[in-house]
């Protein structure tokens, strides 16, 4: 019995690594504009299928690959921005919305006519299939590099963010934008560094996806986007901290509630976040961690 | 001054309609009559939604939800009990044995995504902006998973088929007919009024005295009838109901409906409905001639995207179209309507 | 110095600046003072570059010996650069960041760390308190501290010209006393002052110039002194019996 929880909290970490992932950027970019970006699941997607591709070319080292799905996540990111939001900038809070969602589909459907809706299968090289046994579990190393990665990542970021001068920026262009500038900050220049950041750790949690689900297709980023999104919710929207603390809480209850449940409802699963994000909306809607007071326009 | 009304404008439109389905009906195929019957479908929901959208400023992507819920009832209540034996063996007997005729199953389906509306509205519609927005839609999803579920009621995953037929172009126009003429009542009286009041400015409009909570869930509910009796027809026209008929994609769709049409304008959401419909229909045997599939979904999401950045008031700019005002239906005052479905920021000069 | 010529700004659909024209001379106290909604915040936006003019221009010399510049459409972030700050309306400091981080964002700008150094003691000189606080966070401060945090924020970006806007605001007298004291001091070390305020009785006391503005134009214009003893100003602003 020890070792099945070992197991579960196992995989609760690993989901939760990935949810954290991109509960960053999204928290991030809604830190930064008070955009929910729906979109930002399907850069998860387009992380996924570029790690295939780079995969499948088969000489390329996985630090490298790392790199690349971080820039190609990021660059999505600055690309999205610069064409779509930022000629909204100043339009009611919902346009953003509608946009993000517009965006969202434009790029599944791309996904579905360059890439067909059929699934494929993630081609994980032999040297991250090993299983490895610490203590009462086991695991592959794949699992272990999720882990490892999503760590190392949110490390540098928590330090960029509150030891750099760049991420002082980042923290008063996201609280204060006008008198940001007034410091003379180049916001536009911020704003798009965030895109980049979160973006680019969202194609990292695709790449991540991928090898862990074994199957990707043009819409895998749906579902985790919105999750990601719950997950940002819960530790408070526009606090990196909050997302890394609601991602991984996030990953234990899905896993949990599945694992611990009679198997009738394991498929209520994604009821069950989403009604959890609806709970926290309505009584706490700033989160755990979150500090600005959400709810108004 | 402004109250001349022409009191043969409605009723000359009526007339002019039923006209149209006739010859539609006696000269073209079955083809055609089906993209009209979409079309119709289209507009109920895209006006529908126009009250909870456009109106009252509430952006809810639950549309689909309830086109689910109304769309399951009354497929359930129409399916012939020889069916029903067959398909859904778990279903309670009370319920085995009805089958009952379109129209009171269509309203109870619409009754019933009423109900759901007001369940869920009144946790849900205290939430502002896109959270409500967000919040709606995973209303959608947890629906569908409760759908799923459900498999003595609805068959679970694999849905029902074989539906009754029971859905043509005459059902679709009276519900057409009844759907704009309710919104258009409402759009011009003291609860549609109360309505924009809460848009534009919600302190202001509870100040001056307007119920909050009771308009938002009235705009809600209301909405959600419409929803469920589109619901009701479309299932009856495609004679398929899955719980994933009814997703996110439409959810889209119909806002792309209201946002070019123009929020606030029921003749707006009526022509950007047939537009898209026709749209769809256009472009699908050209996605399937190219094997490009998605293309339909990417013209329409890129042309959402071109109109908010150009010119955000929709098509129709939420007005309705002059030769309406100036016949005495239109409120003339209604002045500029941004497209804005929450609050607009600033509110203070 | 500072030249506003017939500047009109609209915010939204809103005609707020009706063609004013001041002027800021080198080494001056210029104050601005009039009621609620008359302009006076939106003519420092405008200055700033955070809003933008519709018609007329704004010219600015940062030093007698330098050329002068349109700064009309130069984007807000290029005018800090130029030697215009703002300590904004409402004090407006980054809460979430230490008192400390919020002096260094206001030097954000610059690359002579010796001199950033050296500004930050001048300016603990200036607001001792904010060196007792300066691991805090801003947002935790007083008001009164972080008026003080905000103007030492200001001053950090070294520039020629500090805009304040109403910086008595909400203030306590003896605290806008020492306030005023502060920023005689600062316009000792060559600092140039323009000054928002409806508190008018101080301002035109601490300036050596100052206008009268009144929705969105600018209504009187004189020394300090002048306008404290002009019958309207007193009737209007001074609350002269």
Redesign the interface.
Known sequence: MGSYLAEQLLNGLILGSMYALIAIGFSMIYGIIRLINFAHGDIVMIGAFVTLGLVMNGKISFMVIVVLVLLAGALMGILIERVAFRPMRGAPQVTGFITSLAISILLQNLGILLLTAQPRNFFIPDYLQVFLHIGPVSLRTIDLAIIVTAIVFMTLLVFLVKYTRLGMAMRATAENLNVARLMGININRIIMLTFAIGSGLAGVAGMMWGGKYGQIDPLLGFVPGLKAFVAAVIGGVGSITGAMMGGYLLGFAEVLFVGLLPPIYSSYRDAFVFTTLILILLVLPTGFFGKKTEGEA | MRRNRSRWLFPTVILAGAILVFILRSTTNDYVLAIACFAGINIILAVSLNLTNGFTGLFSLGHPAFMAVGGYISAIMTFPVARKTMLLPALPSWLATQQWSFLPAMVLGGLGATLAAFLVGFPVLRLKGHYLAVATLGFIIILQVLITNMESFTRGPLGLNGLPMLTNLWWVYMCVVITVYVCWKVKHSSLGRSMLAIRENEMAAECLGIPLARTRIMAFALGAFFAGIGGGLWAHLVTVITPTSFSVVMAFNLVVMVVVGGSGSITGAAFAAIMLTLMAEVLRPLEESLEAYGISEIIIAAGLLLILIFRSQGVFGGQEPGFLVRSGYGPSDEGKNPLSFGKVKGGTA | MLEVRDSHVY??Q?Y?LKGISLEVRHGEIVALIGAN?AGKTTTLSTI???TRASRGSIQFRPDKDMPQRDITKV???EI??MGI??C?EGR?V????SVW?NL???A??RKDKKAVQSDLKWVCGLFPILRERSRQSAGSLSGGEQMMLAIG?ALM?SPRLLLLDEPSLGLAPQLVELIFEMLEQINAKGTTILLVEQNARMALELAQRAYVMETGNITLSGTGKELAENEEVRRAYLGAN
Do not use: H, M
């Open positions: 915010i939204r809103t707020v909604g700033s570059g955070l984007p807000a972030e800090v650069n700050s703002q904004p407006q980054f809460s979430d960041l981080e260094l964002i206001g954000y700008l924020r970006s």
